[in-house]
């Protein structure tokens, strides 16, 4: 230990193990979900299929994806989703949007149809927080906030409509971006891998 470091922060210089808790996308093993997760328990898993994207001025496109929701035993999912654009025969050409977040239940009117929290940041300087509700394996979404760095292209809000159909994931997204309103942007159905 070098005698420049302030002894009040000695201790932050000590070694530190391996973060100690398990974090799973199947339900049959780790921590058991937290209570006030049940409404989103048909999401926790590891996803992957095939989507479609387009939007006005811009080409339509395909696209490979990875979506994970996972949990710790505390009352939120983490979310994690990836995605590369595919050719017509469904090979990777390039990688393509990612986003992460958390997805928690709030409290709120009906309780058939709990209330959802989500919070989901971009790499290109967005952040989304969109506010919806369950209505058994049907969510949901719509935008109450989208902040963006100056630098990041200009959305200003976001619906989203996810459900578990035939046992895939499937869902729509809608984007009103660089001056046009809400328009249909992406859809796609994803199978379970794992969970």
Do not use: C
């Amino acid at each position: 230990m070098s005698d420049e470091v302030p002894e009040e922060f000695a201790s932050t210089y000590e070694k530190v193990g391996p973060y100690p808790f398990e974090e799973t996308a199947d339900l049959r093993r780790g921590p058991n979900l937290h209570d006030d997760l049940v409404p989103l328990l048909p999401l926790v898993g590891h996803w992957r299929g095939r989507g479609q994207g387009g939007y006005p001025d811009s080409e339509d496109f395909m696209y490979g994806q990875e979506i994970r929701f996972t949990h710790d035993g505390r009352p939120f999912l983490r979310y994690e989703a990836r995605s590369w654009i595919i050719d017509g025969e469904g090979e990777p050409v390039r990688p393509a949007a990612q986003e992460s977040g958390w997805w928690r239940v709030v409290e709120g009117g009906d309780p058939k149809k709990p209330e959802v929290e989500v919070l989901l940041a971009h790499p290109t300087g967005i952040l989304d927080l969109y506010y919806g509700h369950v209505d058994g394996t049907r969510i949901e979404l719509a935008t109450d906030a989208v902040v963006r760095s100056p630098q990041a292209k200009e959305v200003t809000a976001g619906k989203r409509l996810y459900g578990i159909v035939e046992g895939a994931l499937m869902y729509a997204v809608e984007m009103a971006a660089e001056g046009k309103p809400l328009t249909p942007h992406l859809s796609a159905r994803l199978d379970r891998i794992e969970g």
